[in-house]
Antibody
Framework: EVQLVESGGGLVTPGGSLRLSCVAS????????MHWVRQAPGKGPEWVSY????????YYADSVKGRFTISRDNAKNSVYLQMNSLRVDDTAVYFC????????WGQGTLVTVSS | DIQVTQSPSSLSASVGDRVTITCQAS??????LNWYQQKPGKAPKVLIY???NLETGVPSRFSGSGSGTDFTFTIDSLQPEDVATYYC?????????FGQGTKLGIK
């Protein structure tokens, strides 16, 4: 059974940092493209970041470029999102997702940026 | 960036009705289009992938069609449990983008 379990969310003040983790199981993680997608309260999903299977290709949404860093550890079946210089408008549920036919999403972790 | 225009933004229909939602992409996205169902407090759930493929376990009353820039999602006989928000997603070109969502209710 495919599973993606995110963790690391929480409450942080503006300008702070958080590191999200996503542990995968049930599929050959090292072969798959992974993403982070977020959804602000009451809004639709927004793609955040992409990492290729070997970490050779990495892309970010303009809204997070220069502040967020995606990485993965294939030995640990994990993908990470380091979030720095957090802003109030980064408040959202963050999902990790496996690209494929079909895509598969985790259940998400809530990040709240507030003073 | 590829814009994905989804309509309508909200819809109310009776149990048993046929419901149709459309998504139009600003350029050809081949068959890289998914449809999701999202209920409050839950992650989006894939119903249809690559335009017309039904995800395992999803009832056959859900279907998808289209090509190039114009895509359609259909529920053949609306059930009470289908109350949710539905999104399309293109993944032909980064940044991957989503439609604005359709909030579906029961009359």
């Amino acid at each position: 059974e495919v599973q993606l379990v995110e963790s690391g969310g929480g409450l942080v003040t503006p300008g702070g940092s958080l590191r999200l983790s996503c542990v995968a199981s049930g599929f050959p993680f090292s072969k798959d493209i992974m993403h982070w997608v977020r959804q602000a309260p009451g809004k639709g999903p927004e793609w955040v970041s992409y990492i290729s299977s070997s970490s050779s290709y990495i892309y970010y949404a303009d809204s997070v470029k220069g502040r967020f860093t995606i990485s993965r550890d294939n030995a640990k079946n994990s993908v990470y999102l380091q979030m720095n210089s957090l802003r109030v408008d980064d408040t959202a549920v963050y999902f990790c997702a496996r690209e494929g036919s079909p895509w598969f999403w985790g259940q998400g972790t809530l990040v709240t940026v507030s003073s | 960036d590829i814009q994905v225009t989804q309509s309508p933004s909200s819809l109310s229909a009776s149990v048993g009705d046929r419901v149709t939602i459309t998504c139009q992409a600003s350029q050809d996205i081949s068959n890289f289009l998914n449809w999701y169902q999202q209920k409050p407090g839950k992650a989006p759930k894939v119903l249809i992938y690559d335009v017309s493929n039904l995800e395992t376990g999803v009832p056959s009353r859900f279907s998808g069609s289209g090509s190039g820039t114009d895509f359609t999602f259909t529920i053949d006989s609306l059930q009470p449990e289908d109350v949710a928000t539905y999104y399309c997603q293109q993944y032909d070109e980064l940044p991957y983008t989503f439609g604005q969502g359709t909030k579906l209710g029961i009359k």
